[in-house]
């Protein structure tokens, strides 16, 4: 389902014929009379996220079971973001596959897919499609799997089930990393080793991690990692399978690490990875805050401390004194300025926390998510940070984020690209993090966490804060 797809706003007095169970009340979040439909959401679709944590998988594809549109709007979003080519394998249901099912399709595409790219592991999500109509898709894939017998080349399958309308692409990506390890775990003698699951983070951040977790002398398993599959080098020929990806050999041994660290302030024990593996194995989870701006990668780093028995190292521990001191250098340009955020939950969290630390007021938290943990999370983060505690409002659309954005006058605004129209409406800058990012080059070399992270971010606002004053300066605006 296209969430770009702009709905009539229900405003006539015309009875819906499909009314929700539940509609938005009168006023209840202060921001507009009743409605039922969505003017371009504030998320992405749930089988996206699914497949780009398949794509942070070694030797996989990503397959989904519906129409061939799905497959293609999911390949724009993430080759326009990435700037890298992605396959994105599909049933490519039909009209009467609509009426009489789809499992036909899905069992050739398997074997089609099996045949070209020779993959280790076939990652299949659903769309919006084929949940409604109803295929079963553990009957359609076990099916497949009798009828082709058993075979050396038969990939590993792992399904997920992500109707759009249910979540987010967020949602979608959880689910997608949950059924990868309930599939692929399995019981191992302890290893030391530790895992890491980071959710949605760039390639930049990735490769971000993986140099910390090498420098603290950490053996770990970050599970997706897209660093080299979604940003890779040149190559002379296309490959099918990018190389990268988390080995599916360390997936398998999840089970004997020591610990995990799980980033995310709003997922649910029932979508959380760590929480599989602590119940199924007892590897002991310690969830953190998506590690941005000081405070919250002070916790990251703690926890990698007390994991290896080492100090920070000397590298990270100068980061952060240039951070501080920058904070205090350019702390004039900041404080006090007001800023719109929104997102995918965790990460509006997380940027909350460093608006907050750094001086600017978060007047807005908004999510297209509706984990309800989002105003908790966001006053945790803010605590004792901000004069006037947020306004957050989650199950939200850019039309209601527009119309409080405008009462509330921010300063500027930072999300994904999607807000660039509101940004230029309000003549404001819009600091573009996160995911999509259509509209700049280098959306997947974004670092956006840990104290090299929060420096950027922090330049990124001080100098966009200075350009407005230039720009707005009759005499204009030079020396500091």
Do not use: W
Not at 50 to 72: K, N
Request: glycine content about 12%; overall charge neutral.
């Amino acid at each position: 389902m296209a969430t770009e797809t702009i709905l009539h706003r229900e405003t006539t007095t015309l009875p819906h014929p499909h009314p929700p169970k539940s509609p938005r009340p009168v006023g209840g979040r202060g921001l507009l009379p009743k409605y039922v439909s969505t003017t371009n959401a504030c998320k992405l679709c749930k089988p996206l996220g699914a497949c780009l944590a398949f794509r942070g998988i070694e030797g996989s594809v990503p397959y989904l079971h519906g129409s061939q549109g799905c497959a293609t709007y999911m390949r724009r979003y993430i080759i326009s973001h990435f700037n890298e080519p992605i396959d994105i394998a599909s049933s490519s249901l039909g009209e009467k596959n609509a009426i009489y099912g789809g499992g036909a399709n899905l069992k050739q595409g398997l074997k089609n897919v099996t045949d070209k790219y020779q993959p280790q592991m076939i990652g299949i999500a659903t769309t919006c499609l084929t949940e409604t109509i109803g295929d079963d898709l553990n009957l359609i894939v076990h099916e497949y799997r009798k009828e082709a017998g058993e075979s050396a080349k038969m990939p590993i399958l792992v399904k997920v089930s992500t109707p759009s309308y249910s979540g987010t692409h967020m949602e979608g990506f959880h689910a997608a990393v949950l059924s990868v390890l309930a599939t692929l775990c399995e019981e191992t003698p302890p290893n030391g080793r530790v895992n890491i699951l980071p959710g949605f983070l760039s390639p930049a951040d990735l490769r971000y991690l993986k140099e910390v977790l090498a420098a603290f002398a950490l053996s770990a398993t970050v599970l997706p990692d897209i660093s080299d599959t979604l940003d890779g080098p040149a190559l002379d020929e296309y490959q099918l399978i990018p190389a990268g990806g988390t080995p599916l050999g360390e997936i398998r041994t999840m089970g004997g690490a020591a610990a995990t660290i799980e980033f995310g302030s709003t997922i649910s024990d029932k979508e959380s990875g760590g929480t599989f593996l602590e119940k199924s194995f007892g590897v002991g989870k310690q969830r953190l805050t998506m590690p941005i701006g000081v405070a919250a990668t002070d916790r990251f780093f703690a926890a990698l401390a007390g994991l290896s028995g080492k100090a920070t190292p000397a590298r990270y521990a100068g980061a952060r004194g240039r951070l501080i001191d920058s904070l205090v250098d350019g702390h004039k340009y900041v404080f006090g300025k007001k800023a719109v955020v929104y997102g995918e939950e965790d990460l509006v969290v997380a940027l909350a926390g460093f608006l907050a630390e750094i001086g600017v007021q978060p007047v807005l938290c908004a999510s297209g998510g509706k984990s309800g943990r989002l105003k908790e999370a966001v006053a945790a983060v803010t605590d004792g940070l901000c004069e006037v505690a947020p306004e957050t409002y989650d199950d939200i659309d850019f039309h209601e984020i527009e119309s409080r954005a405008t009462e509330l006058a921010p300063d500027l605004i930072i999300g994904h690209s999607k807000g660039y129209p509101l940004a230029r409406k309000l003549a404001i800058p819009l600091i573009r993090v996160g995911f999509p990012i259509h509209d700049r080059v280098g959306g997947q070399r974004i670092l956006h966490i840990g104290y090299e992270g929060a420096q950027h971010l922090f330049d990124r606002i001080a100098n966009a804060m200075i350009q407005v004053k230039q720009d707005s300066s009759p005499v204009g605006y030079s020396y500091m």
